[in-house]
């Protein structure tokens, strides 16, 4: 296609609830407060209740249950309840489709998410930002097999290398799922910084403008298409992108984290 003007009038726009929207609008706020936000997650009952399941579940480890949205405000934070309740609203937002295998897909994206996460936090960057980024990377491709449901075959054949994906985007429809998703960030009004990101995420040096968030959910994307998610890992990420980011590879190999604590919104 020729650009991404003419992708976007080939397909509908995934529907965003109200909720969802002010969410977003919420991400732009410094001033946003608890009362706003509970008040906002409140008015969608199965989100609220998701959201406690979430809580509730074993990652967070606290010191006891959680039964109202002010109690996993409080002992969660603002910030991770606000991430969590739009990640769970993307979640649902996208349809099924025949060939692509929806769990695998979000498990690949939680991945993506809390790998993001967890190079954010080292860096001294928004680690709910960078969570949310990672976790819409792969949105992109939902919208590739709208438009085009014959190329979602070829993108998804075997072997699934890390990165031989965003190359069989940009070779069959001319662009990544990061620059789609970024488009699509864009038009629902999230955060520039995001946006950004996005668009940068498959090639973060060559880009004309570098971006720290763009490098880490790069890096996110390629671990969490590894299948052996272990230390073993950082062995085959991209050393440019880690000395861009000026990571230290002893510290990855060492802190890698257990997939096992990354939050799946999708199934909770």
């Known amino acids: 296609m020729a650009n991404l003007d003419s992708f ?32 906002l997650i409140a008015k969608d009952p199965a989100l609220s209740a998701k959201l406690l399941r979430l809580a509730n579940s074993a990652q ?17 934070g603002m910030s991770k309840v606000r991430t969590l ?23 690949s994206s939680m991945a993506c998410a809390g790998y993001a996460q967890w190079l954010a936090n080292r860096l ?13 990377l792969r949105l992109g491709e939902l919208l590739i097999a709208q438009a085009d449901p014959s190329t979602l075959h070829e993108i998804e054949k075997l072997p699934h290398i890390p ?5 069989r985007e940009q070779r069959l429809i001319g662009f990544t799922e990061g620059q ?20 940068r995420s498959a090639d973060p040096i060559t880009e004309q403008a570098f971006s720290r968030l763009g490098a880490i959910v790069h890096l996110a994307g390629l671990l969490a298409e590894e299948p052996h998610r272990d230390a073993e890992a950082v062995d085959m990420l991209p050393k440019d992108v880690i000395a861009a980011l000026m990571l230290d590879v002893d510290w990855l190999r060492t802190k890698f984290p257990d997939e096992a604590t990354f939050l799946d919104v999708s199934t909770q």
């Open 8 to 39: 976007f009038e080939s397909i509908k726009l995934p529907s965003m609830s109200e909720v969802a929207h002010a969410l977003i609008q919420s991400l732009n706020d410094d001033n946003a407060s608890v009362p706003q936000i509970r008040d």
């Open 124 to 136: 001294n960057i928004d680690g709910q930002l960078a969570w949310l980024t990672g976790m819409m």
């Open 60 to 76: 967070f480890g606290l010191p006891r249950g959680v039964g109202t949205l002010d109690d996993a405000i409080t002992m969660v």
């Open 163 to 167: 990165g031989v994906r965003w190359q």
């Open 180 to 199: 789609i998703t970024a488009e699509l960030a864009r038009r629902w009004n999230f955060p520039m910084q995001m946006v950004q990101a996005l668009q």
């Open 85 to 107: 309740a739009l990640g769970a609203c993307l979640s649902e937002s996208f349809p099924s489709l025949p060939d692509l295998d929806r769990t695998e897909f979000w498990r």
